[in-house]
């Protein structure tokens, strides 16, 4: 409509008193619903006009898309709906019905004509449930994320291992592309953004590092014979994934993160393991004596402490309190560098023997570690019946151990004469003792258990049957000479350490 039409109809429309004003008005301002021709959603609405808006946003959020990656990678088919896509239904009906009933004579009269021609068209209201949508992407992360890796030193070989970017899937980054596909009847796909994540050290970075200097050095050791070969290759594989680990001044070094999951596609075997007090094969088995391993190189390199648990029995390979137990995801190690210089962990296994150093350009502080035994609490036994054994036979599924509380303190003295004294409890249950009989045994022919003592510096031991299959032998009320003990898989009679440790203890580095 030019602009001298649209003057002449306002001027006839405020001056027409007559029958050709309601001409005019049915014309240009209309008294229906919605203005005649109105389109929403691009078709004319039929019927009640909320209930075909409705229909209409169903339609749109009913229609399946492909959830792609930034590098046409296939996620998944969703509904719109599914991955968050709402359409206000109300406010869509609602500005229809504003359309031409709302403003001055003109412009009403203007939208009244644009209506009639086609070219008025309310859209969809179209917003999207960022929540919705992140749970979809949620699904897609843990199989597709991937963690950083820094470049680390390869201290045997004097070489760099290069780095490599991370990446991750982007879910916020997803709500735009939603938008425009839900906008679009002709799109089929919705890309989710992949994001680069750098590492956090670089190759340049490690070769600049001054390491001349050990910080921190322990080593433990364990058996790679019989039923302790695979234990033995888990030792070797986490120490691979922390070896040339590079902390720089502040950083925080997690365990479990570094080490990761203890699964056979991450390279762990099936092993001997403690799981609620007691020795089940499971995977992983001697992560702790890698993690105890580095919690007392860290230590005596003076690293904070921040996260560590000790075990629920005393270990054979370290004193107590200086142990650290691990449990992937939830039961972790955890050290910062508080030092002014990066340090780097050397980790490597030489036949039966673990060692760990820390480097760095300087030891800025002697470390001195000192354990004293505050008490003891006696092991009980457990007694089950195995009908495959048979005669007097008794396997001993597990050797008892004393329960144990100690005191740990570590004195950090600096190269100005400053002294820093940390002390903390460690408490580690007793052991129970378990035997497995034939049915019906008297178990009045088993070994007594020892007696409780006051005596917390030299505990009475636990009865040690021998690894081989022999007679019993004891002092004092002994079992028939005919029962015979048999060890079972994965139980050790506890060493010197564990059973009698000795009341008071110092180690200096």
């Known amino acids: 409509m030019s602009l001298a039409i649209r003057f002449a109809v306002v001027l006839a429309l405020a001056a027409s008193a007559g029958g050709s004003s309601l001409v005019l008005r049915g014309r240009y301002l209309p008294e229906g619903e919605t203005l005649p021709g ?86 969809l209201a179209v917003t999207v449930d960022d929540a919705a949508l992140v749970d979809v992407v949620a699904k897609y992360k843990e199989s597709f994320d991937t963690a950083p890796t820094s470049a680390r030193l390869d201290l045997e070989h004097r070489s760099v291992i290069p780095e490599k970017d991370g990446r991750y ?105 403690i799981f609620k007090g007691e020795m089940v094969e499971g995977v992983g088995g001697g992560t702790c004596q890698v993690a105890s391993t580095l919690h007392a190189t860290a230590f005596f390199a003076g690293l904070d402490v921040l996260e560590r648990l000790p075990h629920s029995r005393p270990s054979a390979y370290i004193p107590m309190g200086l142990d650290s137990t691990v449990v992937y995801p939830i ?52 007694v089950n019946e195995d009908p495959r054994l048979t005669g007097t036979k008794v396997l001993v599924k597990q050797h008892g151990i004393r329960g144990y509380v100690v005191k740990r303190t570590r004195i950090v003295t600096f190269e100005d004469g400053r002294r820093k004294v940390e002390s903390s409890t460690d408490t580690y249950p007793s052991t129970t003792e378990i035997y497995m009989v034939p049915p019906g045994f008297d178990v009045a022919k088993l070994p007594p258990l020892p007696e409780p003592t006051d005596d917390d510096a030299a505990p009475t031991p636990a009865p040690a049957p021998p690894p081989t299959v022999v ?39």
């Open 38 to 123: 109105l389109r929403v959603d691009g078709a004319v609405p039929q019927g009640d006009l909320r209930a075909f808006v409705a229909a209409r946003a169903g339609a749109l959020t009913a229609r399946k898309v492909k959830l792609v990656t930034d590098g046409g990678g296939p996620l998944g088919e969703y509904t719109l709906a599914e991955l968050g896509v709402r359409v206000d239904v109300d406010a869509v009906a609602d500005r229809a019905r504003r359309m031409g009933h709302e403003g001055d004579w003109l412009g009403r009269a203007q939208a009244a004509d644009d209506a009639r021609a086609g070219r008025l068209d309310v859209p």
């Open 169 to 273: 899937l982007d879910a916020f980054g997803a709500t735009a592309p939603l938008l425009a596909t839900a906008k679009d009847a002709s799109s089929t796909e919705v890309h989710v953004p992949v994001l680069s994540v750098p590492p956090r050290v670089t190759g340049d970075f490690v070769r600049s590092l001054d390491i001349h200097v050990v910080l921190g050095e322990f080593e433990t050791y364990f058996s790679r014979s019989g039923d302790q070969a695979r234990r033995g290759k888990n030792i070797d594989v986490a120490a691979s994934k922390l070896d040339g680990l590079v902390l720089s001044p502040g950083e925080v070094v997690s365990f479990n993160a570094v080490v990761g999951d203890r699964s056979e596609e991450n390279g762990f075997q099936k092993s001997w393991e």
């Open 331 to 382: 039961v972790d190690l955890k050290l910062r560098n508080p030092h002014a210089f990066p340090i780097v962990l050397h980790a490597k296994t030489d036949g039966n023997k673990l060692t760990m150093q820390l480097l760095g350009a300087g030891k800025p502080a002697k470390v001195a570690f000192s354990r004293e035994v505050l008490g003891t609490t006696p092991y009980t036994r457990k």
């Open 471 to 509: 007679a019993a032998t004891c002092t004092g009320d002994c079992p028939p000479a005919d029962v015979t003990f048999v060890e079972a898989p994965g139980a050790h009679a506890p060493t010197q350490a564990q059973a009698k440790p000795v009341k008071s203890l110092t180690l200096m580095r």
